[in-house]
C-alpha cells in the first residue's frame, strides 16, 4: 500500500511513498514511550526554550514548507502563509502561558484533615497519537504539536494521507529545532494506518476530521482520551440593521476561502428579510467576480468535488434556487465555481449535512429569533458569526449561540495558534477549556505529614 500526494491546481502526481505498516505503528509507539521519558524529565525551562528557538528553524524554512503546502492542497498562497504565520504565534504564546502554569495547593479544612495538605500537579499523557488532517496541513498540526510537545508529551503523528510530504518535513524541522527523533515521529499513510494507531495503546489519541470518522474512532479506541475535532456546519445570523456591505464581503470571505475546504466556514446565513435582497444581490456579486484560482482555490480530489455538485444538485431538486455557480470548473484542477444558493420563506430545506465545499446556502428568515432557533437547530456547535450594528444585540445572540466560537461582525479566525479552539455537540470532544490542558492529566497529591494512625481507623 501506498499514499499519493497530488496537487489538486493540476491533478499532477507529487509524491507516493509506501505505508506505514503495523509493525511500524507498533515501533513507533514503543521508540515514542521510551524517549518521551526522557524529554518529560527534562526541565520546564529546557523545554521552554527548545520551543521558543523552533521559532526561528520553521520560520527560515517558511517559503520551502509553504509550497509544499500549496502543490499538496492548492490553497492561494495568502490562505497558506497566513495560516503558517498563525501558527508561528504558537512559539512564543504556549511556553508564555506555560511558563505561568504550575502545581496547586488545595486548601483542607484542618478539622477534619488534620495535618494534611493537598496538591494538583499537572503531567503529560505520555505519548500522542495524532491522526491529521489536509486542510491545513501545517497549522492543525501545530496547534497540537507546539502545546502537546511543551507538555512533555511525545507524539506519533500520521498526516492525513494527502498531505504526506509537509507532515514528513514538520518532522524533520522538529529534529532541527532539538526535538529529539523518537519524541516526534511521523508516520505516513491513510486510514488503515489510523485504525492501527487507534487499536494501539497511545496513552490519549488527537483526531481531527469527519464526524463519521469520528464516531468510528470513538467506537474503537478503547478506554484511552480522546481529542477530536470534527465536523461543522456554521451558521451566520444577518440581522436587520447590518452593515450590508460589511455583512456580504465578511460572508464571501469565510464561505469561499480555501474552496470552502474550512471547518469554521460559514455554512448556513439566515439572513432576516428586511435587508435579504440588498445582502443577496451584493453576495452574488463578490461571488460572480472572484478570481477562483487566485483567490478560492481548488477542491483537494475530484470526489470531493464531485460530492459537492450532488449534494448542490440535492438543494435544488429540493427547491432552493440557484443564484450563481453550481458548475465544476473545466480544465486542469478541481475547482468549483463559488455558488450561491437562496431558499425562500416558506421552502423548507434543511441544509442538516456539512458541505465541504465553495457554497453559501443563504435562508431568509423573519427576525433575528427564527434565525437563532434555527441556527441552533443542528447537531453541530463549532462556530458562528453574527453581523450586526447594535453592539449588545451582538453579545446577546452570542450568549445564545450553541457553539464553541462566535465571531461578531468577524469570521476564520482562531485565538493565538487554536486556543480555546473546541467545538460543541458533535463538533468535537476536548478534555479542557484551553488548549495546554488538553495534553496535561491532574495528579492529586494528598499528604498526612502526622505519622500516627487516624483515630477512626480500624485496628
Ligand atoms: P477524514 O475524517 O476522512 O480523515 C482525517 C484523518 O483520519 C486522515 O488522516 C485519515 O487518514 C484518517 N482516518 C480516516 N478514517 C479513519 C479511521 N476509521 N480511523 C482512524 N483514522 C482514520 O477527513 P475528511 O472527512 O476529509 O476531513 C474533512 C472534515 O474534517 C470536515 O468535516 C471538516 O469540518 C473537519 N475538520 C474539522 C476541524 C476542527 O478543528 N474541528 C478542522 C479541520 C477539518
Partial sequence: MSVRSVDPRTGKLVMEIASSTQH????????????????ASRSKNERMEIIRGAEEVFTKERDMVVDIIQSEIGLPKRGSLGAYNSALRGFTHYPEVYAKMGSKDIWLDQKSWAETGARIDF???????HIGIWNYPFWQTMITAIPALLCG?????????YTTLTGMRIAELWHKAGIPDDVFI???GGSEVGKEMVRSDFDALVFTGGLSTG???ISHAGVKPLILELSGNDPAIVCADADVEQAARGVANGTFSHGGQVCIRIKRVYVVESIADRFIQRLVDIAGRLNVTEQVGPLIRPEARDKVHSQVANAVANGAELLCGGVQIEGPGYYYSPTVLKVSRGVDIRFEQE???PVCSIIVVRDEEEALRKANDSIYGLGATVWTRDAAQGQMLAARLDAGTVWINECGRTLNCGDYFQGWKSSGIASSTDRLGMFLKKKAVIHNRSCEPREHWMK
Avoid: M, Y
Fill in 24 to 39: 511500524d505503528v507498533a515501533d513507533a509507539l514503543c521508540r515514542a514511550k521510551a524517549a518521551q521519558q526522557g524529554w
Fill in 123 to 129: 503531567v503529560p499523557h505520555g505519548v500522542i497519537g
Fill in 153 to 161: 508529551n511525545a507524539i506519533v503523528f500520521k498526516p492525513s494521507e
Fill in 186 to 188: 511521523t508516520l505516513p
Fill in 215 to 217: 464516531q468510528d474512532i
Fill in 355 to 357: 458541505i465541504f465545499g
